[in-house]
Protein backbone atom coordinates (compact mmCIF):
# COMPACT_ATOMS: atom_id res chain seq x y z
CA UNK A 1 0.00 0.00 0.00
CA UNK A 2 3.20 2.67 0.77
CA UNK A 3 4.22 1.74 -2.66
CA UNK A 4 0.54 2.16 -3.98
CA UNK A 5 0.45 5.92 -2.40
CA UNK A 6 3.91 6.88 -3.75
CA UNK A 7 2.64 6.14 -7.42
CA UNK A 8 -0.35 9.00 -6.15
CA UNK A 9 2.17 11.30 -4.62
CA UNK A 10 4.38 10.79 -8.06
CA UNK A 11 1.36 11.68 -10.11
CA UNK A 12 0.65 14.70 -7.52
CA UNK A 13 3.53 16.49 -7.63
CA UNK A 14 4.20 16.17 -11.41
CA UNK A 15 0.81 17.84 -11.60
CA UNK A 16 1.83 20.24 -8.91
CA UNK A 17 4.49 21.19 -11.32
CA UNK A 18 1.82 22.26 -13.76
CA UNK A 19 0.39 24.58 -11.29
CA UNK A 20 3.43 26.23 -10.18
CA UNK A 21 4.45 27.14 -13.67
CA UNK A 22 0.92 28.75 -14.55
CA UNK A 23 0.91 30.31 -11.13
CA UNK A 24 4.69 32.03 -12.23
CA UNK A 25 2.87 32.71 -15.49
CA UNK A 26 5.67 30.69 -17.41
CA UNK A 27 2.18 28.39 -19.18
CA UNK A 28 -0.92 29.89 -19.82
CA UNK A 29 -3.97 28.67 -21.53
CA UNK A 30 -2.54 28.81 -24.89
CA UNK A 31 0.69 26.78 -23.73
CA UNK A 32 -1.68 24.43 -22.02
CA UNK A 33 -3.41 23.93 -24.98
CA UNK A 34 0.18 23.51 -27.25
CA UNK A 35 0.63 21.04 -24.46
CA UNK A 36 -1.65 19.23 -24.97
CA UNK A 37 -1.81 19.10 -28.46
CA UNK A 38 2.21 17.59 -28.39
CA UNK A 39 0.56 14.89 -25.57
CA UNK A 40 -2.49 14.06 -28.20
CA UNK A 41 -0.87 14.16 -31.45
CA UNK A 42 3.07 13.04 -31.34
CA UNK A 43 3.37 11.59 -27.86
CA UNK A 44 0.55 9.28 -27.29
CA UNK A 45 0.58 7.65 -30.39
CA UNK A 46 4.49 7.17 -29.87
CA UNK A 47 3.77 5.80 -25.82
CA UNK A 48 0.54 3.52 -27.60
CA UNK A 49 2.92 2.23 -30.65
CA UNK A 50 5.38 0.84 -27.80
CA UNK A 51 2.52 -0.38 -25.02
CA UNK A 52 1.26 -2.42 -27.59
CA UNK A 53 3.79 -3.27 -29.83
CA UNK A 54 5.91 -5.01 -26.80
CA UNK A 55 2.92 -5.98 -24.78
CA UNK A 56 2.01 -9.36 -24.15
CA UNK A 57 -1.33 -10.05 -26.14
CA UNK A 58 -1.94 -13.41 -24.45
CA UNK A 59 -3.37 -11.54 -21.96
CA UNK A 60 -6.19 -10.16 -23.68
CA UNK A 61 -7.66 -13.14 -23.67
CA UNK A 62 -8.24 -13.78 -19.98
CA UNK A 63 -11.24 -14.00 -18.22
CA UNK A 64 -10.35 -11.81 -16.21
CA UNK A 65 -10.63 -9.27 -19.14
CA UNK A 66 -14.21 -10.18 -20.16
CA UNK A 67 -15.30 -9.48 -16.17
CA UNK A 68 -13.96 -6.11 -16.40
CA UNK A 69 -14.59 -5.16 -19.82
CA UNK A 70 -18.84 -6.20 -19.04
CA UNK A 71 -17.61 -3.82 -15.34
CA UNK A 72 -16.74 -1.28 -18.24
CA UNK A 73 -20.11 -1.87 -19.92
CA UNK A 74 -22.48 -1.53 -17.02
CA UNK A 75 -20.67 2.01 -16.21
CA UNK A 76 -20.83 3.05 -19.24
CA UNK A 77 -24.36 2.06 -19.90
CA UNK A 78 -25.45 4.05 -16.74
CA UNK A 79 -24.25 7.17 -17.25
CA UNK A 80 -25.58 7.16 -20.61
CA UNK A 81 -28.99 6.35 -19.24
CA UNK A 82 -28.19 9.28 -16.83
CA UNK A 83 -27.45 11.49 -19.75
CA UNK A 84 -31.29 10.76 -21.09
CA UNK A 85 -32.59 11.40 -18.31
CA UNK A 86 -31.08 14.11 -17.26
CA UNK A 87 -28.78 16.31 -19.37
CA UNK A 88 -29.87 15.77 -22.77
CA UNK A 89 -26.51 17.10 -23.99
CA UNK A 90 -24.61 16.16 -27.83
CA UNK A 91 -22.88 13.95 -29.32
CA UNK A 92 -19.79 14.80 -28.20
CA UNK A 93 -20.46 15.44 -24.67
CA UNK A 94 -21.46 11.70 -24.33
CA UNK A 95 -18.66 10.57 -25.60
CA UNK A 96 -16.75 12.55 -23.01
CA UNK A 97 -18.93 11.60 -19.99
CA UNK A 98 -19.12 7.94 -21.03
CA UNK A 99 -14.85 7.85 -20.78
CA UNK A 100 -15.07 10.25 -17.81
CA UNK A 101 -16.98 7.11 -15.96
CA UNK A 102 -15.11 3.87 -17.29
CA UNK A 103 -11.98 5.11 -19.08
CA UNK A 104 -9.72 3.49 -16.39
CA UNK A 105 -5.92 4.75 -15.33
CA UNK A 106 -4.19 1.40 -15.80
CA UNK A 107 -0.99 2.75 -17.14
CA UNK A 108 1.39 5.10 -14.75
CA UNK A 109 -0.92 4.70 -11.78
CA UNK A 110 -2.34 1.11 -12.63
CA UNK A 111 1.09 -0.86 -13.11
CA UNK A 112 2.54 0.48 -9.43
CA UNK A 113 -0.57 -0.42 -7.82
CA UNK A 114 -0.73 -3.62 -9.17
CA UNK A 115 2.91 -4.78 -8.56
CA UNK A 116 2.49 -3.18 -4.81
CA UNK A 117 -1.21 -4.42 -3.98
CA UNK A 118 -1.46 -7.65 -6.80
CA UNK A 119 1.90 -8.60 -6.80
CA UNK A 120 2.43 -8.69 -10.53
CA UNK A 121 1.90 -5.88 -13.30
CA UNK A 122 0.77 -8.02 -15.69
CA UNK A 123 -2.95 -7.92 -14.06
CA UNK A 124 -3.21 -4.58 -16.04
CA UNK A 125 -2.08 -5.27 -19.66
CA UNK A 126 -5.49 -6.80 -20.59
CA UNK A 127 -7.61 -3.70 -19.40
CA UNK A 128 -4.70 -1.20 -21.46
CA UNK A 129 -5.04 -3.28 -24.45
CA UNK A 130 -8.98 -3.31 -24.70
CA UNK A 131 -8.57 0.42 -23.43
CA UNK A 132 -6.49 1.57 -26.28
CA UNK A 133 -6.87 -1.08 -28.86
CA UNK A 134 -10.98 -0.58 -28.60
CA UNK A 135 -12.90 1.62 -26.81
CA UNK A 136 -10.57 4.79 -27.34
CA UNK A 137 -10.41 3.92 -30.86
CA UNK A 138 -13.94 3.99 -31.08
CA UNK A 139 -14.30 7.27 -28.75
CA UNK A 140 -12.04 9.30 -31.39
CA UNK A 141 -13.80 8.10 -34.13
CA UNK A 142 -17.35 9.32 -32.88
CA UNK A 143 -15.66 12.94 -31.93
CA UNK A 144 -13.94 13.47 -35.42
CA UNK A 145 -17.52 12.24 -36.84
CA UNK A 146 -19.38 14.45 -34.61
CA UNK A 147 -16.55 17.60 -35.83
CA UNK A 148 -17.01 16.80 -38.89
CA UNK A 149 -20.82 17.06 -39.32
CA UNK A 150 -20.83 19.93 -36.96
CA UNK A 151 -18.55 21.74 -39.46
CA UNK A 152 -20.72 20.54 -42.21
CA UNK A 153 -18.57 18.36 -43.87
CA UNK A 154 -20.34 15.54 -46.31
CA UNK A 155 -18.06 12.82 -45.90
CA UNK A 156 -17.86 9.41 -48.40
CA UNK A 157 -18.55 6.12 -47.60
CA UNK A 158 -14.46 5.46 -47.92
CA UNK A 159 -14.06 8.23 -45.37
CA UNK A 160 -16.39 7.50 -42.77
CA UNK A 161 -14.29 3.66 -42.91
CA UNK A 162 -11.34 5.31 -42.66
CA UNK A 163 -11.70 8.05 -40.55
CA UNK A 164 -10.80 5.86 -36.83
CA UNK A 165 -7.40 4.99 -38.59
CA UNK A 166 -6.91 8.58 -39.34
CA UNK A 167 -6.46 9.68 -36.08
CA UNK A 168 -3.15 9.65 -34.80
CA UNK A 169 -3.23 7.79 -31.36
CA UNK A 170 -5.15 5.19 -33.59
CA UNK A 171 -2.54 4.86 -35.88
CA UNK A 172 0.03 4.35 -33.57
CA UNK A 173 -1.96 1.42 -32.03
CA UNK A 174 -2.37 -0.22 -35.12
CA UNK A 175 0.91 0.36 -35.97
CA UNK A 176 2.27 -1.20 -32.43
CA UNK A 177 -0.07 -4.57 -33.03
CA UNK A 178 1.40 -4.92 -36.30
CA UNK A 179 4.62 -4.92 -35.29
CA UNK A 180 3.56 -7.03 -32.37
CA UNK A 181 1.82 -9.77 -34.55
CA UNK A 182 4.54 -9.92 -37.08
CA UNK A 183 7.37 -10.13 -34.63
CA UNK A 184 9.16 -7.53 -35.93
CA UNK A 185 12.32 -6.12 -34.60
CA UNK A 186 12.72 -2.16 -35.10
CA UNK A 187 16.27 -0.59 -35.74
CA UNK A 188 17.57 0.26 -32.32
CA UNK A 189 18.13 3.71 -33.30
CA UNK A 190 14.34 4.12 -34.40
CA UNK A 191 12.88 2.16 -31.04
CA UNK A 192 15.04 4.27 -28.64
CA UNK A 193 13.97 7.29 -30.35
CA UNK A 194 10.08 6.56 -30.45
CA UNK A 195 10.65 5.28 -26.68
CA UNK A 196 11.88 9.14 -25.60
CA UNK A 197 9.06 10.84 -27.64
CA UNK A 198 6.47 8.43 -25.27
CA UNK A 199 7.76 8.86 -22.83
CA UNK A 200 6.55 12.38 -23.03
CA UNK A 201 3.42 11.97 -23.16
CA UNK A 202 2.39 11.13 -19.08
CA UNK A 203 4.31 14.02 -17.76
CA UNK A 204 3.11 16.21 -20.53
CA UNK A 205 -0.46 14.87 -19.48
CA UNK A 206 -0.25 15.57 -16.04
CA UNK A 207 1.51 19.00 -15.94
CA UNK A 208 -1.33 20.50 -18.73
CA UNK A 209 -3.76 19.41 -15.73
CA UNK A 210 -1.69 21.09 -13.59
CA UNK A 211 -2.26 24.32 -15.74
CA UNK A 212 -5.60 23.85 -16.04
CA UNK A 213 -6.22 23.47 -12.01
CA UNK A 214 -5.02 26.73 -11.14
CA UNK A 215 -6.44 28.49 -14.36
CA UNK A 216 -9.89 27.50 -14.61
CA UNK A 217 -12.45 27.67 -12.10
CA UNK A 218 -12.17 25.52 -8.82
CA UNK A 219 -12.61 21.83 -9.43
CA UNK A 220 -15.93 20.34 -8.24
CA UNK A 221 -17.48 23.80 -9.22
CA UNK A 222 -19.73 24.73 -11.98
CA UNK A 223 -22.58 24.16 -13.78
CA UNK A 224 -21.22 20.49 -14.32
CA UNK A 225 -20.73 19.86 -10.66
CA UNK A 226 -24.04 17.39 -10.23
CA UNK A 227 -23.14 15.49 -13.54
CA UNK A 228 -19.59 15.66 -12.18
CA UNK A 229 -20.64 13.87 -8.57
CA UNK A 230 -22.83 11.08 -10.30
CA UNK A 231 -19.73 10.21 -12.62
CA UNK A 232 -18.08 9.75 -9.84
CA UNK A 233 -20.31 7.60 -7.93
CA UNK A 234 -20.63 5.40 -11.44
CA UNK A 235 -16.60 5.21 -11.40
CA UNK A 236 -15.40 4.66 -8.04
CA UNK A 237 -18.70 2.60 -6.53
CA UNK A 238 -21.00 1.24 -9.23
CA UNK A 239 -17.81 -0.05 -11.87
CA UNK A 240 -15.99 -2.00 -8.90
CA UNK A 241 -19.23 -3.57 -7.47
CA UNK A 242 -20.41 -4.46 -11.11
CA UNK A 243 -16.50 -5.91 -11.61
CA UNK A 244 -17.04 -8.09 -7.83
CA UNK A 245 -20.68 -9.09 -8.76
CA UNK A 246 -20.00 -10.44 -12.20
CA UNK A 247 -16.81 -11.76 -11.15
CA UNK A 248 -18.59 -13.96 -8.48
CA UNK A 249 -20.84 -15.03 -11.27
CA UNK A 250 -17.94 -15.80 -13.51
CA UNK A 251 -16.65 -18.54 -10.29
CA UNK A 252 -13.75 -15.91 -10.14
CA UNK A 253 -11.49 -16.93 -7.41
CA UNK A 254 -10.61 -14.08 -4.75
CA UNK A 255 -7.47 -13.13 -5.40
CA UNK A 256 -9.21 -12.73 -9.20
CA UNK A 257 -11.98 -11.12 -7.40
CA UNK A 258 -9.51 -8.57 -5.56
CA UNK A 259 -7.87 -7.64 -9.56
CA UNK A 260 -10.82 -6.97 -10.96
CA UNK A 261 -12.04 -4.61 -8.27
CA UNK A 262 -9.05 -2.35 -8.17
CA UNK A 263 -9.02 -2.85 -11.57
CA UNK A 264 -12.47 -1.08 -11.93
CA UNK A 265 -11.96 1.44 -8.98
CA UNK A 266 -8.70 3.04 -10.60
CA UNK A 267 -9.44 6.76 -11.35
CA UNK A 268 -10.37 8.48 -14.69
CA UNK A 269 -7.38 8.34 -16.94
CA UNK A 270 -5.45 11.38 -17.80
CA UNK A 271 -5.50 11.12 -21.27
CA UNK A 272 -9.44 11.73 -21.18
CA UNK A 273 -8.53 15.12 -19.90
CA UNK A 274 -6.34 15.86 -23.09
CA UNK A 275 -8.88 14.39 -25.15
CA UNK A 276 -11.20 16.58 -24.17
CA UNK A 277 -8.44 19.45 -24.57
CA UNK A 278 -8.01 18.52 -27.57
CA UNK A 279 -12.40 18.58 -28.96
CA UNK A 280 -12.65 21.46 -26.44
CA UNK A 281 -15.57 19.54 -25.44
CA UNK A 282 -16.40 19.15 -21.73
CA UNK A 283 -13.07 20.04 -20.56
CA UNK A 284 -13.94 21.25 -17.32
CA UNK A 285 -15.88 17.97 -16.34
CA UNK A 286 -13.16 16.04 -17.57
CA UNK A 287 -10.54 17.85 -15.79
CA UNK A 288 -13.04 17.63 -12.25
CA UNK A 289 -13.03 14.19 -12.82
CA UNK A 290 -9.40 12.97 -13.15
CA UNK A 291 -9.21 15.21 -10.41
CA UNK A 292 -11.72 13.47 -7.99
CA UNK A 293 -11.09 10.76 -8.93
CA UNK A 294 -7.72 10.42 -8.44
CA UNK A 295 -8.07 11.32 -4.64
CA UNK A 296 -11.44 9.36 -3.84
CA UNK A 297 -9.41 6.13 -5.07
CA UNK A 298 -7.07 5.88 -2.31
CA UNK A 299 -10.74 5.42 0.35
CA UNK A 300 -11.85 2.92 -2.22
CA UNK A 301 -8.97 0.81 -2.94
CA UNK A 302 -8.68 0.87 0.86
CA UNK A 303 -11.86 -0.22 1.46
CA UNK A 304 -11.76 -3.36 -1.09
CA UNK A 305 -8.12 -3.98 0.41
CA UNK A 306 -10.01 -4.72 3.04
CA UNK A 307 -12.75 -6.58 1.72
CA UNK A 308 -10.98 -8.74 -0.30
CA UNK A 309 -7.14 -8.51 -0.22
Request: glycine share 8%; aromatic share 8%; charged share 10%.
Amino acid sequence: MVQALGAFASIWLVIAAGWVAAHLRIIDMGGMRLMSNIAFLIASPALMFNLVGRGSLEHAFSQTLIVSALAVVVAATSYLVFERVALHQDKQGDVIGTLCSCYTNAGNLGLPIAISLLGDGAWMAPIMLMQVGFMQPIALAALDLSVARRNGERLSALRYITMPFRNPITAGILAGLAVNLLHLQLPEMVASGVSMVGQMAIPMMLMAFGVSLRLSPLPGKGPHSFELWVTMAIKLLLMPLAAIGIGMLFGLARHELFAVAVIAALPTAQNVFVISARYRVREMLARDAVFWSTILTVPTIVAISALLG
